[in-house]
Each structure stands twice: as C-alpha cells, then as structure tokens.
C-alpha cells in the first residue's frame, strides 16, 4: 500500500537487440589482455497496469541498429573493431515475435543513452513517445567536447515532436547532488536542457506534471530517483559519467522485489557476483592502455630521476597502481588532457586507437595538444631542447599529415612554436613488446631537423624499444607508411602460409615437420615462424587457444586495406590484396571465424573443402 492506495507493480521482459563484441578487459579487472567475449546489447519491455485496468508498455534501449550503413562514418569506424556483431534479431523484431504491434502498442520508448549500441532502429515505432536524459537533444547536436564529439552521434537519431527530455537534476541539494555529479554536469561541454516545446506531439504519464522531480531513494541510497508513473513502480535514476543524459531504471516487480536496468553498468556476472571489479579503460583519447601502461612504465624507468612523468587515465585505480609500481624510479603526475601535458612537458607521446581519436586530441582548440603547445611556458622548448609530439598508433597517413601541416600552420604565425616538431612513430610488437621493452619503432620526422631531434626522439624510445629497432624512415609521415606497408605484407602471408600448410596438412604432412623445414628455407615468414597458424604446432599462440587472443581478421582486413588505400594513393599497382580481402570477407562473413585471430583462415581454408579458392578465378580440373 502506499499513502492507502494499493501497490502497483510492473513486468519486464528482456529482448534480444544484437550483440557485439568487446575485449574482456573493458568489462573486468585484472583481464587477460588478449581474450574477447560477444556480449548481448538488450533492451527491456516493461508492461504498467493502471489501477483502471490500462496497460502502458516502454520499452528501454533499443540496442544495436540492423542496418549499419545507418550509422555515421566515425561510428563506423568504432564498430569495425566490435566483430563480431550481430544484428538479427534486432530489438523490433522481437518484439513482433511476441505479437507487439510496434506503431499501436508500443506507449513509451526510453533511452538510458545514446551510444551507438542503445539507440537502435526509432523510425520503427512512428507513434511512440521518445523519453530521454537531459541535456540528450543537444548532445545528438552538437556533441559533448572531446571525449563525446558531434561526428559520434547521429544528429537526427530521435523525432523531436515526439520526444521529451526529463527534467534536468537540481544542483543545489547537497544532500541529493554528490560533488562529483556537480563537477561532471558543471563541465564546459555538458549540454544544455532541452524543453519541452508547445507544439510537441509526445504523450505523457498523467503523472508527469506532479510527480516529475528528483528525489533522493534512501531505500537504495540512490541520490536522485523520477517517479515515472507517480505510483513508486518505476523510478529513473540520474546515472552521470558515462555519457550525458544517462539513466538507470528501478522497477518494482512485486512488495519486496526489485529489477534494477542499468545500460552499460554491468556486462560480466562475474561483477555481480564480487570475483571481479568493474574496468575502467582508455577510451581513446588519452590514457594508460593495455600498450601505453607497459610503455609508460619501462620509459618511467629508463628516464633519469630528476625527470617528471606526466600520464592521462580516467581509471583512479589505474593511476594509483602505476604510481605504486613506479614509486621510488622518479616523480609521476597527473594530467587531464593533452592541452595540459603539451602546456608544460618539452616532450609529448600518444598512442591512439583511430584517425578521429588523433584528429581530437591534437586539434580541439580547448583540450589538444596542439592548443596546450602554443601557450606552452618558454622553458618547455628551448634551442638546446625542442618540444617534441610523438604519435605511436597506427593512423592513416591523411591524418598524420593533417596534424602535420596544421602544426606547420601554426608555425608560419607563432613564432614560438619553431621549435615544436609533430613526429609519427607507429610500434610493432603488441602488448608483450610493449611489456618486455622490445617493440619496433618506425619514426618520420622533418629532414631539415632529423639530424638533431631524432637522436632525441631515440634516446625516449630506447626505454620502449632496443636502439637496433628504431627505425628513422623518412618526412613526417612516412613512419605511418612503413607501418602500414609492414601490416599489409603481414595480412597478405598470413592468408600465404596457412595455404601453404593447409596444402601440406591436406597431402598428410606433419605440419610441425612442414613448418621446421619452411623456416629453415626460402619460405620462412613471421607468420610460420611466430604465429603459426596450424593449432598444436607452437605453444601459446593464438591457433593453439582457438585462435582467440591474437589480431582479429576484421582489424587485419582493415590494415590491410590502409595498405590498399596507400597504393592507390601514390599510383602503385598490387594484385594480392584483392584476393586475401575477399578471402577475409569470406571468412569473416561465417560465424565460425568471426572475431577470431586472423590466422584462423587456415581453419576456414581446411573446413571449406576441395575447389577453386577465393580470387583464383575459374580455376582448373
């Protein structure tokens, strides 16, 4: 009973919207680095009974859209590093197969935010209303600086006469407005509250008028909780930190049961359960990853003492393990942005995952490193000691250079910043390089000063990498291009040598025996040599663990097409990359292969059976 009424309570049903794929160290503490899980993107129908018999049915998230052409250019790129990804069946079609009529049933539609992977198909449902977090509408807009740009969100995603964006949170109750809430919604690039039009055509609760203000939950010690129906049914609960507008759902499923919907609070049940914790992880833009934490600590220990390391991370715990561990090597301080690093170190090193990633972090004129470079102090770039920016990812070139000539820009009017160099320097040799101080490090820096600044760039990497693995290769620019020239020889043997031994093993070879004679010949490669795509012929690689772990072919596939993209740009002809492209897409079109190290087309060449193969044309009898 509340206040003499009787108690209301709703159901939930859980609905298939997609799946898609996240390495398990986003998910969990202490993670295997290299190991990947397929994860459900839900959404929820809750089903509200009124005491006049009305059954009002919200759904909550919409999960992964089914037509991913849908989605913008930078999303897509984020996605490509989610495959395996599923979309069939996709949050509408659930709900037809349980006999909803989606333009007449459905009353409510609610977003617990607008990541790519919540907000699904809404032109499936042309007359529902769309609830929203504040501040959700001008998010889609413009975007939430740096961390949230506009280019990740889809500026017409939601129709606005039909959608309302809950009341904003009060920020004067102490008591319900935690400090670390008023700074995240007090942030320059938080969006503005979007009211609700005259004009809109939304439908609400009755209850919206009287009952739509936050109030603290003691109950569950949840800060600010809306009372959606006004009958203690369903609560929203303000969810901030993880994207602006972000809710949680309460439901109350019977007098002393409760279903709490929390989009993106828990993906692993191990979390539940308290064997695990929560991850925090680099997103991108700044951060000690599972390279940059070993490559931040080896270069800790190898610059001398009197020498102060800044590092970025949004994960405390991160931080405060990288402190412990580097206790007594020399100062570690923390930063928030590159703007600040750039501010006052002489030299900067990044290690981004996209092109958008380093296009934010270097060029936002509030956050980048760019930005921070020219009000710079005067100490931190001298004749004797120039500002140095190193970009370690595997970007385009079109992006290096961008940053490149926008720097030169800079230049041209700032004569501060003359000696500030912008230099690429891509790693090979993934996390266990990165943690046994044995990477490769391909670096392109300006003729006119390489002489004289990459003896200094070296002497950095040398705590990351052997001297005898830094490679000067040319312009700015140019060490983006050895990398990408070195990945596209490596997808293309890799689809080589599983041939080869797939022939072998097929003729009843032993591939070990195959394998030992290859490498001790013409046709030994890294792939034969150091990832062997054959499972049981080396220990501890990813053919022996069910190719899990390793470069996943959609990542190879995409490397391999920068290889493509380069060719075509300089006016160089290949013939092998069509082929091996489409023998990717092939394999990576079958369940079976998806998300797997690339190497796993030697299973998918084995279990295909005899005949012509990808790209060889008719072939022969």
């Not at 599983?498 to 490669?525: H, R, Y």
């Amino acid at each position: 009973m509340t206040d003499g009424k009787p108690s209301v309570y709703v159901t939930v049903s859980a609905l298939d919207a997609g799946h898609i794929t996240l390495p398990e160290r986003l998910f969990v503490t202490n993670a295997d680095p290299e190991k990947r899980t397929t994860v459900p993107s839900l959404s929820f129908l809750i089903q509200h009974s009124s005491p006049t018999g009305k059954i009002t049915k919200l759904v909550f998230d919409l999960g992964v859209k089914r037509d991913l052409e849908n989605y913008r250019p930078a999303q897509q790129e984020h996605i490509a590093n989610r495959q395996p990804l599923i979309v069939d069946p996709d949050c509408a079609s659930s709900l037809r197969a349980g006999g909803i009529d989606l333009e007449n049933d459905i009353d409510y539609i609610m977003l617990s935010h607008v990541h790519w992977d919540h907000v699904g198909t809404p032109s499936d449902f042309p007359n529902s209303t769309f609830l929203v977090g504040s501040g959700t509408l001008a998010l889609l807009k413009n975007g939430g600086g740096p961390l949230y740009p506009a280019e990740m969100f889809n500026h017409d995603e939601l129709p606005l006469s039909r959608t309302v964006e809950l009341p904003s949170v009060p920020k004067n109750n102490s008591t319900s407005f935690s400090d670390t809430a008023s700074v995240y919604y007090s942030s320059p690039h938080a969006p503005k509250h979007t009211p609700m039009p005259s004009t809109s055509q939304a439908h609400l609760p009755p209850s919206a008028e009287k009952n739509w203000t936050w109030r603290p939950l003691t109950e569950f010690n949840l800060p600010n909780t809306l009372d959606l129906f006004g009958d203690g049914s369903l609560l929203v609960v303000d969810s901030p930190g993880h994207l602006y507008g972000h809710v949680n759902l309460l439901a109350r499923l019977g007098e002393k049961e409760y279903v709490y919907l929390g989009g993106d609070c828990c993906h692993d049940p191990r979390i539940l359960a308290g064997e695990k914790g929560i991850a925090m992880y680099e997103d991108g833009r700044g951060g000690l990853g599972v390279m940059g934490y070993p490559m931040a600590k080896n270069l800790r220990a190898g610059l001398t003492p009197n020498k102060t390391l800044l590092v970025c991370d949004i994960n405390t715990e991160a931080l405060d393990r990288f402190k412990a561990e580097t206790n007594g090597k020399g100062p570690v301080e923390i930063i928030n942005n590159g703007f600040e690093a750039a501010k006052v170190a002489n030299t900067v090193i990044t290690m981004l995952p996209t092109s958008s990633s380093v296009k934010e972090v270097y060029l936002d004129p509030e956050t980048g490193i760019l930005a921070g470079a020219a009000v710079s102090s005067p100490s931190s770039s001298t004749p004797e000691q120039p500002k140095l920016l190193l970009e370690c990812g595997t970007i385009d070139s079109s992006t290096i250079q961008l940053v490149h000539k926008t720097l030169e820009s800079m230049k041209s009017t700032d004569p501060s910043l003359s000696n500030t160099f912008f230099v690429d320097a891509p790693v090979s040799g993934g996390p266990m390089g990165a943690q046994s101080a044995s990477l490769t490090f391909m670096v392109g820096c300006p003729p006119d000063s390489s002489t004289s600044i990459f003896p200094l760039i070296k002497s950095y990497l040398s705590a990351m990498g052997p001297p005898s693995s830094i490679f000067p290769c040319g312009p700015c620019g140019s060490g983006a291009a050895f990398k990408i020239i070195n990945n596209y020889l490596s997808a293309i043997t890799s689809l080589a040598a599983s041939e080869a031994l797939n022939i072998g093993v097929k003729a009843g070879l032993d591939p070990k025996l195959l394998t030992e004679v290859i490498n001790a010949s013409g046709g030994q490669c890294w792939v034969t040599s150091r990832s062997n795509p054959v499972p049981g012929v080396q220990e501890n690689v990813p053919s022996s663990r069910d190719y899990e772990g390793g470069f996943r072919i959609e990542l190879c596939a995409k490397v391999l097409g920068m290889g493509s993209d380069l060719a075509r740009v300089v006016g160089a002809r290949t013939v092998l990359d069509g082929p091996t492209l489409g023998a990717f897409a092939e394999a990576m079109g079958d369940e079976r292969y998806k998300g797997k190290d690339a190497r796993v087309v030697y299973r998918w060449l084995s279990e295909s059976g005899n005949g012509a193969g990808a790209g060889d044309g008719e072939g022969e009898e």
